[in-house]
Protein backbone atom coordinates (compact mmCIF):
# COMPACT_ATOMS: atom_id res chain seq x y z
CA UNK A 1 0.00 0.00 0.00
CA UNK A 2 0.87 3.53 -0.76
CA UNK A 3 1.54 6.40 1.92
CA UNK A 4 -1.35 8.73 0.58
CA UNK A 5 -2.93 8.15 3.67
CA UNK A 6 0.65 9.32 5.77
CA UNK A 7 -0.63 13.31 6.67
CA UNK A 8 -4.39 11.05 7.91
CA UNK A 9 -1.37 8.99 10.06
CA UNK A 10 0.47 11.93 11.07
CA UNK A 11 -2.54 13.94 12.60
CA UNK A 12 -4.91 11.60 13.80
CA UNK A 13 -3.32 8.67 15.44
CA UNK A 14 -3.86 9.24 19.16
CA UNK A 15 -2.97 6.37 20.17
CA UNK A 16 0.36 6.41 18.66
CA UNK A 17 -0.17 2.91 16.78
CA UNK A 18 2.25 1.51 14.30
CA UNK A 19 0.95 2.74 10.83
CA UNK A 20 0.01 -0.88 10.18
CA UNK A 21 -2.07 -1.19 13.67
CA UNK A 22 -3.51 2.03 12.92
CA UNK A 23 -4.50 0.93 9.49
CA UNK A 24 -6.34 -1.98 10.73
CA UNK A 25 -8.00 0.13 13.60
CA UNK A 26 -9.79 2.24 11.37
CA UNK A 27 -11.21 -0.59 9.43
CA UNK A 28 -12.46 -2.22 12.40
CA UNK A 29 -14.30 1.23 13.46
CA UNK A 30 -15.47 0.72 10.32
CA UNK A 31 -16.88 -2.44 10.82
CA UNK A 32 -18.05 -2.10 14.01
CA UNK A 33 -19.89 1.37 13.13
CA UNK A 34 -21.90 0.03 10.39
CA UNK A 35 -22.84 -2.93 12.18
CA UNK A 36 -24.11 -0.92 15.46
CA UNK A 37 -26.24 1.18 13.14
CA UNK A 38 -28.07 -1.81 11.54
CA UNK A 39 -28.74 -2.90 15.08
CA UNK A 40 -30.39 0.47 15.74
CA UNK A 41 -32.31 0.11 12.51
CA UNK A 42 -33.35 -3.63 13.88
CA UNK A 43 -33.77 -2.23 17.11
CA UNK A 44 -36.56 0.97 16.00
CA UNK A 45 -38.24 -0.83 13.13
CA UNK A 46 -38.23 -4.22 13.74
CA UNK A 47 -36.11 -5.68 11.32
CA UNK A 48 -33.48 -8.54 11.13
CA UNK A 49 -31.23 -7.08 8.85
CA UNK A 50 -28.08 -8.83 9.04
CA UNK A 51 -24.42 -7.87 8.11
CA UNK A 52 -21.44 -9.91 6.96
CA UNK A 53 -17.97 -9.46 5.12
CA UNK A 54 -16.06 -11.91 2.74
CA UNK A 55 -12.76 -11.37 3.58
CA UNK A 56 -9.59 -12.85 1.71
CA UNK A 57 -9.50 -16.12 2.18
CA UNK A 58 -5.89 -16.09 4.02
CA UNK A 59 -5.75 -14.46 7.63
CA UNK A 60 -1.93 -14.39 7.80
CA UNK A 61 0.24 -16.21 5.99
CA UNK A 62 1.20 -20.06 7.77
CA UNK A 63 -2.41 -20.03 9.41
CA UNK A 64 -3.34 -22.52 9.77
CA UNK A 65 0.12 -24.29 9.53
CA UNK A 66 1.08 -25.39 5.88
CA UNK A 67 -0.63 -22.64 4.04
CA UNK A 68 1.15 -19.28 2.20
CA UNK A 69 -0.37 -16.71 0.40
CA UNK A 70 -1.30 -13.01 0.15
CA UNK A 71 -2.31 -11.83 3.57
CA UNK A 72 -5.56 -9.87 4.92
CA UNK A 73 -3.91 -9.21 8.08
CA UNK A 74 -0.94 -7.65 7.13
CA UNK A 75 -1.29 -6.75 3.17
CA UNK A 76 -5.18 -5.31 3.40
CA UNK A 77 -5.23 -4.41 6.95
CA UNK A 78 -8.41 -6.42 7.33
CA UNK A 79 -8.41 -8.50 10.51
CA UNK A 80 -11.68 -10.33 10.37
CA UNK A 81 -11.13 -12.42 13.58
CA UNK A 82 -11.29 -9.76 15.61
CA UNK A 83 -14.25 -8.99 13.90
CA UNK A 84 -16.06 -11.53 14.87
CA UNK A 85 -14.44 -11.60 18.39
CA UNK A 86 -16.04 -8.03 19.03
CA UNK A 87 -19.15 -9.50 17.64
CA UNK A 88 -19.14 -7.01 14.78
CA UNK A 89 -20.29 -9.49 12.15
CA UNK A 90 -23.03 -11.66 11.32
CA UNK A 91 -21.71 -13.73 9.19
CA UNK A 92 -17.84 -14.66 7.29
CA UNK A 93 -17.66 -15.50 3.77
CA UNK A 94 -13.91 -15.97 3.23
CA UNK A 95 -12.72 -16.01 -0.11
CA UNK A 96 -11.33 -19.79 -0.38
CA UNK A 97 -10.89 -19.52 -4.23
CA UNK A 98 -8.26 -22.35 -4.00
CA UNK A 99 -8.19 -25.79 -4.67
CA UNK A 100 -8.15 -29.04 -2.28
CA UNK A 101 -4.06 -29.42 -1.79
CA UNK A 102 -1.72 -27.26 -2.41
CA UNK A 103 -0.32 -24.40 -0.21
CA UNK A 104 -3.38 -22.50 -0.03
CA UNK A 105 -5.36 -25.89 0.92
CA UNK A 106 -8.89 -25.41 0.62
CA UNK A 107 -9.12 -28.53 3.53
CA UNK A 108 -6.84 -26.70 5.39
CA UNK A 109 -8.24 -23.47 5.26
CA UNK A 110 -12.05 -24.00 5.45
CA UNK A 111 -11.61 -25.87 8.81
CA UNK A 112 -9.38 -23.03 9.78
CA UNK A 113 -12.18 -20.70 9.25
CA UNK A 114 -14.45 -22.70 10.77
CA UNK A 115 -13.18 -23.05 13.90
CA UNK A 116 -11.84 -19.19 14.29
CA UNK A 117 -16.33 -18.53 14.40
CA UNK A 118 -17.17 -17.46 17.98
CA UNK A 119 -20.47 -15.15 19.45
CA UNK A 120 -22.54 -17.35 16.91
CA UNK A 121 -20.84 -16.02 14.12
CA UNK A 122 -21.78 -18.04 11.12
CA UNK A 123 -19.29 -19.34 8.20
CA UNK A 124 -20.27 -19.18 4.15
CA UNK A 125 -17.31 -20.12 2.16
CA UNK A 126 -16.85 -18.31 -1.23
CA UNK A 127 -15.79 -20.62 -3.77
CA UNK A 128 -14.39 -20.08 -7.50
CA UNK A 129 -16.74 -21.78 -9.46
CA UNK A 130 -14.62 -19.18 -12.34
CA UNK A 131 -11.79 -21.57 -11.90
CA UNK A 132 -13.21 -24.50 -13.94
CA UNK A 133 -12.93 -21.99 -17.00
CA UNK A 134 -10.14 -19.75 -16.68
CA UNK A 135 -6.37 -21.40 -17.26
CA UNK A 136 -6.96 -23.08 -13.88
CA UNK A 137 -9.42 -25.74 -15.64
CA UNK A 138 -10.52 -27.29 -12.47
CA UNK A 139 -13.14 -30.39 -13.09
CA UNK A 140 -16.50 -29.11 -11.81
CA UNK A 141 -15.75 -32.47 -9.26
CA UNK A 142 -13.46 -30.21 -7.28
CA UNK A 143 -16.51 -27.83 -6.53
CA UNK A 144 -18.41 -30.72 -5.32
CA UNK A 145 -15.76 -32.24 -3.09
CA UNK A 146 -15.40 -28.85 -1.55
CA UNK A 147 -19.14 -28.81 -0.68
CA UNK A 148 -19.32 -32.57 0.34
CA UNK A 149 -15.96 -31.27 2.94
CA UNK A 150 -18.73 -28.00 3.86
CA UNK A 151 -20.92 -30.72 5.22
CA UNK A 152 -19.01 -32.89 7.19
CA UNK A 153 -19.33 -33.42 11.37
CA UNK A 154 -16.90 -30.76 12.43
CA UNK A 155 -17.52 -28.04 9.66
CA UNK A 156 -20.38 -27.07 12.55
CA UNK A 157 -20.62 -23.25 12.11
CA UNK A 158 -20.07 -23.59 8.30
CA UNK A 159 -23.86 -23.46 6.76
CA UNK A 160 -23.60 -22.86 3.08
CA UNK A 161 -21.59 -21.38 0.64
CA UNK A 162 -21.18 -19.02 -2.10
CA UNK A 163 -20.53 -19.65 -5.52
CA UNK A 164 -18.47 -17.10 -7.26
CA UNK A 165 -19.54 -16.30 -10.47
CA UNK A 166 -22.98 -16.30 -11.75
CA UNK A 167 -21.66 -16.88 -15.35
CA UNK A 168 -20.90 -20.47 -14.90
CA UNK A 169 -23.94 -21.68 -13.37
CA UNK A 170 -26.03 -19.94 -15.93
CA UNK A 171 -24.03 -21.40 -18.98
CA UNK A 172 -23.51 -24.55 -16.59
CA UNK A 173 -19.93 -25.03 -17.50
CA UNK A 174 -18.41 -28.58 -17.45
CA UNK A 175 -22.01 -30.11 -16.30
CA UNK A 176 -21.75 -28.32 -13.03
CA UNK A 177 -25.25 -27.37 -12.47
CA UNK A 178 -26.10 -30.91 -13.49
CA UNK A 179 -23.89 -32.43 -11.42
CA UNK A 180 -24.88 -30.50 -8.60
CA UNK A 181 -28.52 -30.94 -9.22
CA UNK A 182 -28.13 -34.56 -9.17
CA UNK A 183 -26.35 -34.77 -6.22
CA UNK A 184 -25.29 -32.09 -3.62
CA UNK A 185 -28.04 -29.87 -4.32
CA UNK A 186 -30.62 -32.34 -5.56
CA UNK A 187 -33.23 -31.26 -2.60
CA UNK A 188 -34.52 -28.26 -2.09
CA UNK A 189 -33.51 -26.56 1.72
CA UNK A 190 -33.94 -23.31 3.54
CA UNK A 191 -30.42 -21.56 4.29
CA UNK A 192 -30.87 -21.18 8.18
CA UNK A 193 -31.43 -17.88 9.33
CA UNK A 194 -29.69 -15.56 11.63
CA UNK A 195 -31.00 -14.14 14.45
CA UNK A 196 -29.82 -11.54 16.48
CA UNK A 197 -31.46 -13.67 19.65
CA UNK A 198 -29.56 -17.01 18.31
CA UNK A 199 -26.18 -14.78 18.43
CA UNK A 200 -26.56 -13.93 22.01
CA UNK A 201 -28.14 -17.27 23.61
CA UNK A 202 -25.79 -19.57 24.68
CA UNK A 203 -28.23 -22.89 24.81
CA UNK A 204 -29.10 -22.15 21.14
CA UNK A 205 -25.05 -21.87 20.00
CA UNK A 206 -24.08 -25.28 21.87
CA UNK A 207 -26.92 -27.01 20.68
CA UNK A 208 -27.09 -25.45 16.71
CA UNK A 209 -31.34 -24.85 17.36
CA UNK A 210 -32.55 -21.74 14.99
CA UNK A 211 -35.88 -21.03 16.44
CA UNK A 212 -36.85 -18.39 18.78
Avoid: H
Wanted: glycine share 6%; charged share 15%.
Amino acid sequence: MTNQDSDAYANYNPGNLSLADWRRNNVNQMIGKVYDAIQVINSAENKNIVFGVSPAGIWKSGTPPGTSGNPSYSALYCDPIAWMQADKVDYIAPQLYWKITGPQDYNLLSKWWNDQAVNGTQIYISQAYYKMVDTNNWPSSEIQNQIIKNRTAPMSSTLGQIAYRYNEIGNNDKGINTALNGAQFKYKSFAPPIFQYWKRCDMCKKTRKYSI
